[in-house]
């Protein structure tokens, strides 16, 4: 099974006082396929190359997830990156 989408928020989590704290980085998006590739583009109004990770805005991850969430023909995943180990401070 391969992936044709991978939707990222990169996050930075920490303990601050013993709480956890996530603080939103970035986010990415990633396509396998051309024709999602194209779509996306024409939906954001920017360039996304074949299986290369491109840097978005938080909102433009969101609303490409919801264009994409319910296709039943796309295997993907929408989720967090953490960039780090956990520290306690």
């Not at 990415?28 to 299986?51: A, H, N, R, T, Y």
């Not at 296709?71 to 520290?87: A, E, H, T």
Request: negative net charge; glycine residues 6%; hydrophobic residues 35%.
């Amino acid at each position: 099974m391969k992936l044709d989408y991978c939707l990222t928020n990169l996050t930075n989590n920490h303990y601050v006082n013993g709480i956890a704290k996530y603080d939103y980085d970035s986010s990415i998006i990633w396509f396998s396929k051309q024709e999602l590739c194209d779509e996306v583009s024409k939906f954001l109004g920017i360039d996304i190359p074949l299986k290369t990770e491109v840097n978005v805005t938080k909102e433009q991850l969101q609303n490409v997830w919801k264009l994409l969430d319910g296709r039943k023909n796309l295997i993907g995943i929408y989720g967090d990156r953490f960039l780090n180990d956990w520290v306690c401070f």
